[in-house]
């Protein structure tokens, strides 16, 4: 008895998902670069709190917004991570970190620790 031509058809596609699936998670591996370039387009939804000039807190008064300008890139990127997966609170930043990519993150961080 041989296969009906849609069996074998649907396994030849599944098993070409597989594979692309294989390769992009291999590819997620890889090291993320931060590009400070690309972060300008993505550094507005964080001014308003973490302005660049003077490093000043201008929301909300009552909080100490940290200065991010000049920080270390990886001490940067865990922060935004740390608030993403929620294991650092803050509502705010959450909802901003969960907003950003892996890419987001490491273009931001290169922007702000170059930074000085
Ligand atoms: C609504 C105001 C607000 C916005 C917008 C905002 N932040 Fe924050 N951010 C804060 C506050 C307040 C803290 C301190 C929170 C805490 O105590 O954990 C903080 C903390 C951080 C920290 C940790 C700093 C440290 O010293 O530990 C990083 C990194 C950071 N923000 C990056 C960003 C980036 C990047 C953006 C833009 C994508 C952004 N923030 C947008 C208010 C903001």
């Known amino acids: 008895m041989t296969l009906p031509i849609h069996k074998i058809c649907s396994l030849t596609v599944l098993s070409i998902s597989l594979s692309v699936a294989a390769s992009f ?12 370039e690309a972060a300008k387009s ?8 973490h302005s660049i000039k003077g490093y000043k807190a ?15 890139a990886e001490y940067i990127v865990s922060s935004l991570k740390e608030y993403a ?24 961080a290169a922007y702000y620790s170059s930074n000085k």
Do not use: W
């Open 25 to 36: 998670a291999a590819h997620a591996e890889d090291e993320i670069i931060g590009d400070a």
């Open 42 to 49: 993505k550094i507005s939804m964080c001014m308003g709190c």
């Open 58 to 72: 201008n929301f909300p008064a009552v909080y100490h917004v940290p200065k991010i300008a000049g920080q270390n």
């Open 85 to 108: 997966s929620g294991a650092r609170t803050f509502p705010t930043m959450r909802a901003i970190a969960e907003s950003l990519s892996e890419q987001d993150m490491a273009d931001l």
